[in-house]
Each structure stands twice: as C-alpha cells, then as structure tokens.
C-alpha cells in the first residue's frame, strides 16, 4: 500500500482532509501529524522556527511511519522557505495548494481569493502569482480575507463561519471574477455552494492535491 503523511498546523484542516482523502483514496495508508502551535508561529512570520518544527515533523513520519510522501496543509507557508523545506525534507514534499494555484491560472484572468487566515492572504498571491509566471499567463487578482470566519470555526461555532464564508463569496461574486480560489483547505467542503453562489467555477486543493499525490506515487 502506498503511504503518504499529512502534515497539518490548523485543526481547522485535519478533519476535512483526513476524511476526504480516505474516502477517495483507499490505496493510500495516511497519516496525520499535528502541531498547532506551528499556526501561532506563521502568524508571527517566524518562518525558520515553523520550516524547522515541521521539517521534523517529516522526518518523524519517515522514521516512524514509513511514509514516502508528504504534503502540507499549512497554506500560510510562504513560497521561498516553501522551496528550502522541500530541499531539505527526507521525503518528496507539495504544499495542499500548489496545485490548485497552477489549474486555476489557467482557468481565467481574473481570479477571486478568499482567505480566513492573516498570514494566507500574501502567500495565496505569492502562489497564485508564481504560478502564472510559471505557466506564461497574465492574472489580475480580486482577495478578500475574513479572519473572524476561522476564529469562529477553530471556536467550534461552524455556523457563523460558514454564514461569513458565504457572504465573502457573494462579495467576491460582484466583483467580476471569473473564478474563485478557497484559500484555505478548511474552506474545501463549501465549494459546491460557493459555486452556486458566485456562478463561476471554484477551485479548492482536496481535489487538486490529491491528483497531484497520485501523480507523484
């Protein structure tokens, strides 16, 4: 069986992608490693303390669990310490959102960005940015951050987040873009309705990512 870990710094994301993953990937044995004080060091952009603690959370799962692959939900890691922890990672490494980043460069111009987490926000468009470059293509980028949405969610209050997460939808959704990017994976179970929402079509990394793990086994 192939095996892959998941590294996580939000328990905003562990659930989502832990049951979407298994239900569409049988094949793969994951496992999900944890440590949600990396989330308070992005949020104070210490980058090295956050590359070191989950460097080592990679290594752990090599050593202990055997797992070949890694990919990291922490949207927030920024893409230049990205490419340093790949470098030195004991395993193939993708962050959950690369992949979205480089279909929805190609699905429009003019992209909407929703993001919750602060410290998302300049690595979304870093991203989406890199990627256009990477692909030849011109993008105009439309972000919105909400940041009491995922305060809302990591206090268990679902409801308030989603009713927020909706209302930045319709927002963006006026706003004229061709396409909307969810930021964040904890905004990944919402895709449906935001697309009916906004009218355009929406791009989230459970779908993306796992593709790409596939791809990369």
């Not at 692959?69 to 962050?95: D, G, H, N, R, W």
């Amino acid at each position: 069986m192939k095996s892959a870990v998941i590294l996580h710094a939000s328990r905003a994301a562990v659930d989502c992608v832990a049951e979407y993953y298994a239900a569409q990937a049988p094949e793969f044995e994951f496992t999900h490693l944890l440590d949600d004080g990396v989330m308070r060091t992005l949020k104070a952009r210490d980058w090295p303390r956050a590359g070191k603690r989950l460097l080592a959370m990679a290594e752990d799962a090599r050593r202990e669990y055997g797992a070949s692959q890694a990919v990291l939900t922490c949207s927030a890691y920024p893409t230049k310490e990205l490419a340093e922890l790949k470098a030195a990672s004991p395993i193939p490494m993708f962050k959950i959102d690369e992949p979205m980043a480089r279909a929805a460069v190609h699905a429009s111009p003019r992209i909407g960005i929703l993001s919750t987490f602060p410290a998302t926000k300049d690595t979304a468009r870093d991203l989406l940015q890199d990627a256009a470059r990477s692909e030849g293509r011109e993008v105009e980028l439309v972000e919105l951050l909400d940041a009491e949405a995922l305060q809302a969610l990591l206090q268990g209050d679902r409801e308030t987040h989603d009713t927020r997460f909706f209302d930045a939808c319709r927002n963006l959704a006026s706003q004229k873009i061709g396409v909307l990017v969810l930021a964040q994976v904890s905004m990944a179970r919402l895709r449906d309705e935001a697309a009916r929402i906004t009218g355009v079509p929406v791009f989230e990394s459970l779908s993306t990512s796992l593709a790409a793990l596939r791809q990369d086994s």
